[in-house]
C-alpha cells in the first residue's frame, strides 16, 4: 500500500511524496513518462539495479548513469559532466530524470535536471535516511561552490519523491545516525506526538536492535517526518517565513561543516546538524538543551562542539541566509514550538 502527500502551493500540485514498500514500486509512479533516465550513487547500486531491472522491459529506460559521489564532488563540474551524459545520450525535453541515491545525489541530479534544456522533469528515489525526511523533499538542488555549502541552485519541485525502507538496508550506521538527527530536528519543529517515539526507536536501533525488527514504526516514523517537511513546504515554498524553521541548527552546523573541510576533519552534515541544534537549543534554554543532549546521545549522535566557538564565528558570517549582518535563528521555545529571530552572530556567541 502506498501513502501519499501532496505538496500543493494555491491549490495547484508541485510534488507528491510517496511512501511504498520496496523501490520496485516506484514504476507504477513512471506510468505516464516516455523516457526515465537514472543517475544513482554507486553506493545505492542494488537498489538502482532492482529498479533498473523493473524498468527496462517496458522500454521506457532512456539511459542509466553511477556516480561517485561526495561533498568535495558536490560541485557544478560535476553537473556539467551531467549535462554531457543527457546531451551525448540524446535526452530530450520530455525526459524525467530519477535520481537514487542520497541528499548529494538528489540535490545535484535536481540541479542538472534543472537547468537542462532550461529544464526537465526529475524524480527522486531517496536511500538515505537523511534525504528520506528532508533533502529529497522541497525542491531545493544545487552544490557546494567555493568551500560554501549549496551556493548555487534553484528551488525546483521533483515530480515525485518515492520513499521505501528497504533501501535504508545498506547504508552504513553513521550515515543511517545523521539521518537521525534531522528525524529528530523534524519532530523538535513539529511534534505530533513522535519526538518522544523517534528518541525511543532511534535509540533501540543505536543499541543494536536490527532495521527488520523495527520496521514498521521507522516506515511510519519516516513517512510521519517526511509529511511534515511536505506541509511546511506547501505554505512556503520559497522560505520568506516558516520554512526558515527546517534551518533549526544549521547555521552553527555550516559554521562546522566549512571548518571541517579546511581542517581536513571528518564529520558529516546530520552530525553537524545534531552539535548545531544542540547550540541552537542553548540560545533560549539550557536545561532543555541538555535534555535534547541526552535525548541524541541515546540515537549515537555527537553532541560537542568539535571546535572553538570563537572559530566558527568568520564561517557563520558568510551565512548565505544573513541580511544586513542579521541571521534567522531558529530558537526552541520548547519540543514542537519554534521561531525566528534574527541576531548578529556576536549576540548569538554571547548568549552562549
Ligand atoms: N535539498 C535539501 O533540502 C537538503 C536538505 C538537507 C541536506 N541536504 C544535502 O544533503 C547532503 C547530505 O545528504 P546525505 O547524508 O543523504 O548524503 P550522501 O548523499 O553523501 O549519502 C551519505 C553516504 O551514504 C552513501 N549511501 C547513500 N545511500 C546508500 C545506501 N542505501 N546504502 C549504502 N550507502 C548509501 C553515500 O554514497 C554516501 O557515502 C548534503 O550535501 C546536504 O547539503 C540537502
Known amino acids: 500500500m502506498q ?3 501532496e505538496i500543493r502551493v494555491d491549490g495547484k500540485l508541485l510534488s507528491r511524496v510517496v511512501s511504498g514498500a520496496d ?28 529498479v533498473e531491472a523493473a524498468l527496462r522491459p517496458t522500454g521506457k529506460l532512456g539511459g542509466i548513469l553511477e556516480i561517485e559521489v561526495s561533498e568535495e564532488g558536490k560541485t557544478i563540474d560535476t553537473v556539467l559532466g551531467l549535462q ?27 540541479f542538472a535536471a534543472s537547468i537542462y534544456k532550461r529544464g526537465i522533469r526529475f524524480a527522486f528515489i531517496p536511500t538515505t535516511l537523511l534525504s528520506q525526511v528532508d533533502a529529497a523533499i522541497g525542491g531545493k538542488t544545487g552544490v557546494n561552490f567555493h568551500s560554501l555549502k549549496n551556493m548555487i541552485g534553484v528551488i525546483r519541485q521533483p515530480d515525485f519523491t518515492y520513499i521505501c525502507p528497504d533501501v535504508l538496508d545498506t547504508l552504513p550506521a553513521r550515515d543511517f545516525r545523521s539521518g537521525a538527527a534531522e528525524m529528530l530536528k523534524t519532530f523538535i519543529i513539529e511534534d505530533g506526538g513522535n519526538y518522544e517515539k523517534a528518541v525511543k526507536l532511534l535509540g533501540r536501533i543505536n543499541g543494536g536492535g536490527s532495521l527488520a525488527d523495527n520496521a514498521d514504526e521507522l516506515r511510519r ?21 516558516e520554512r526558515r524553521k527546517l534551518n533549526l541548527g544549521h547555521t552553527f552546523a555550516h559554521a562546522i561543516e566549512f571548518k571541517a573541510r579546511e581542517t581536513g576533519s571528518d564529520i558529516t552534515h546530520g552530525e553537524a546538524v545534531a552539535i548545531g541544534i544542540i547550540q541552537a537549543a542553548r540560545l533560549t534554554d539550557k536545561t532543555l538543551a541538555e535534555k535534547i543532549r541526552s535525548d541524541f546521545r541515546q540515537a549515537g549522535l555527537p553532541t560537542e562542539l568539535p571546535f572553538p566557538l570563537e572559530s566558527l564565528e568568520a564561517s557563520m558570517l558568510k551565512d548565505k541566509k544573513a541580511e ?11 519540543i514542537g514550538d519554534v521561531y525566528t529571530q534574527d541576531m548578529t552572530v556576536t549576540e548569538a556567541i554571547e548568549k552562549l
Do not use: C
Open 3 to 5: 501513502e501519499v502527500t
Open 324 to 334: 544586513g549582518g542579521k541571521i534567522h535563528f531558529v530558537l526552541i521555545k520548547t
Open 84 to 110: 554531457e551524459w543527457l546531451l551525448g545520450a540524446g535526452a530530450d525535453r520530455d525526459a524525467l530524470l530519477l535520481a537514487i541515491g542520497g541528499g548529494i545525489t538528489t540535490d545535484m541530479a535536481g
Open 23 to 50: 523501490v520496485t514500486g516506484v514504476t507504477g509512479l513512471l506510468e505516464n513518462y516516455p523516457h526515465v533516465w537514472i543517475v544513482y550513487d554507486a553506493n545505492a547500486a542494488a537498489h538502482a539495479e532492482k
Open 221 to 241: 516514523l519516516i513517512s510521519a517526518a517526511a509529511a511534515v517537511k511536505a506541509g511546511i513546504v506547501s505554505r512556503d515554498q520559497f522560505e520568506s517565513g
